[in-house]
């Protein structure tokens, strides 16, 4: 009988997805490094040379009689890939090859003769026939060998092999290594439904493997289910919207919209909008938030007739009012009696506005003993020039502080709304302004004289941005200079750098770099020799340098 290997063209690639030219494919007769005949026609009468050189498309035309060990080496001759047993049946010659001799073990196990450890490897695939049994196909989950035997064992998907098992036929396409390497087959698109537009890749460079699904100008689909039918569906519209359905396909439960939307479509189509449930841990309930009757609620969804908050409104985006519900009085707050309620949060309060100077606010509205562990609302009036303090109700002043525990910066406070939790003994603002900019004299050390100029900054964040416009030069016999003032609020945690920095030395302009302490003080260097010369004038040229805090 005359077989082709699964094609009558062998197709080769090499590790970059180019055709294989010049590669070489070795035949030999099952079990030996003696040559096999083979052929580039279906009837055998011109014979390949042996290697077999692949052509400019990396192909070669291959048939032959019976079974054969293939080995392909590459140009210069290493070895890239090697069957040992190739036999196709012809009923169905892409999926199984290697036809032999099976022993029956076990109902899951049985034995080939000789070392085939690296044929039967751990996930291949098998199919196993029988008189007693008919055919059955299983992965391999073993595989070791003791001489004269290799043992095999498997999970078989069902049936149960018996005394009567002949013969074990193995997956053309290896689990670890495919019998068609994926750089010779796989690096292409291939088309598994030519009419639905399903394309199957992999090892497709930047990609990995995936599936691409289209459907002309229809939506596409992916459905799921089982005997009962459908139960979910995701699927693609020509705008790019990816819906999501888990009942059956009868709405979209939610949906990712090209805008960078997520929507969360109604659950009743009455009052009941989208919903998020946020599932507690242990015994904690859980919390759902959701659109109902048009405004936002916020529920325990263990008892959903208990609103914890619910903010409505009239006609979007007209604020109507909030309602909190006060679990200590079983009474439900409105923003028409918000006065009545003092265990309420106080962010249901009208925040209260400060006087004073941005040193030293007063706020006669709150009162003069303020609450360990609240958070207060406050209208600061006026920007803070620095460390500030404020007085409420007419009492002492309390320190105005940062969560890390230092004192804001000079315009870390604006004429805005922000939240103050008192802790006790400072008032922490939970919101300060991001964005600082201000100056401060910095002054070169290890001069004769110690010159100084203005830098600027602005803080954004943990980022730092300085510059200075005129140079800051000196004059000594010092190998090291530094620059100090810089203030608190840009100073790192921990020393920084190294940022590159213009400087001269000797008289002599080059670049350098600077590195900052935790105490503000920034340390000059060169960047090839590291100290300065003993001599002449050195120091900071204008400069613009960016760390990170």
């Known amino acids: 009988m005359t077989v082709p290997v699964g094609n009558p063209k062998v197709i080769q690639h090499d590790e970059n997805g180019l055709p294989a030219v010049g590669w070489k494919l070795h035949t030999y007769e099952v079990g030996t490094l003696n040559n096999k005949t083979t052929y580039s026609d279906s009837d055998l009468t011109v014979e390949n040379t042996n290697p077999i050189i692949l052509d400019s498309l990396g192909m070669a035309s291959l048939y032959y009689n019976g079974r054969a060990r293939l080995i392909m080496k590459n140009a210069s001759n290493i070895t890239k890939w090697e069957e040992i047993d190739v036999s196709v049946s012809p009923d ?67 049936g149960t092999m018996d005394a009567t098992l002949n013969t074990a036929f193995y997956s053309t396409l290896s689990a670890d290594n495919p019998s068609y390497p994926t750089n010779a087959i796989f690096k292409s698109l291939q088309v ?182 609240r958070v207060y609302q406050i209208l600061i009036h006026t920007a803070n020039t620095g460390n500030c303090t404020l007085a409420p109700g007419g009492g002492s002043a309390i320190n105005i502080k940062l969560l890390s525990g230092a004192d804001p910066a000079a315009n870390q406070l604006l004429n805005k709304v922000y939240d ?50 005129t140079a800051l030069l000196g004059t000594s016999n010092s190998t090291a200079c530094t620059i100090t003032g810089a203030p608190a609020v840009i100073r790192p945690s921990s020393n920084t750098g190294n940022f590159a920095m213009q400087i001269q030395d000797n008289g002599t302009n080059s670049w350098g770099k600077g590195a900052m302490d935790t105490s503000g003080t920034i340390f000059l260097s060169l960047i090839n020799t590291g100290n300065f010369t003993a001599s002449g004038s050195k120091g900071l040229l204008s400069i613009e340098f960016t760390y990170r805090l």
């Open 92 to 158: 169905d010659p892409a999926e199984w090859i290697g036809s032999q001799d099976a022993s029956f073990t076990t109902g899951t196990s049985f034995t080939v003769l000789s070392n085939q450890t690296t044929i039967f490897h751990i996930n291949r695939r098998v199919k196993l026939t029988g008189s007693g049994f008919g055919t059955i196909y299983g992965s391999v989950t073993n595989s070791s060998y003791s001489a004269p035997l290799t043992t095999v064992t498997l999970a078989v998907d069902s």
């Open 192 to 373: 598994i439904n030519p009419t639905n537009s399903i394309v199957r890749s992999e090892g497709l460079s930047g990609y990995g493997s995936f599936y691409a699904i289209s459907s002309g100008t229809n939506p596409s689909y992916i459905f799921f289910g089982n005997a009962g039918g459908e139960k979910a569906r995701i699927s693609a519209d020509n705008d790019g919207t990816l819906k999501f359905s888990t009942d059956g396909g009868v709405s979209n439960k939610f949906e990712m919209r090209p805008s960078g939307l997520f929507y969360l479509n109604p659950q009743d189509g009455v009052n009941e909008g989208g919903e998020f449930i946020l599932s507690g841990a242990g015994s904690n309930k859980n919390i759902s938030i959701d659109n109902y009757a048009g405004g936002l609620r916020l529920i325990t969804t263990d008892d959903i007739t208990s609103n914890i908050f619910n903010i409505s409104f009239n006609s979007m985006p007209t604020w109507k009012g909030i309602s909190i519900s006060d679990v200590s009085t079983a009474q439900t707050l409105t923003n028409k009696d918000v006065s009545s309620h003092t265990n309420i949060m106080s962010a249901v309060s009208v925040p209260s506005l400060t006087a004073g100077t941005g040193a030293a606010y007063t706020c006669a509205n709150l009162p003069s003993s303020l609450t360990s562990g």
């Open 420 to 469: 103050f939790w008192y802790n006790g003994t400072n008032l922490i603002v939970l919101n300060p302004e991001e964005v600082i900019t201000g100056s401060y004299t910095g002054t070169l050390t290890g001069c004769t004289t110690s010159p100084t100029g203005t830098i600027t900054y602005m803080k954004i964040g943990s980022i730092v941005h300085c510059s200075m416009p």
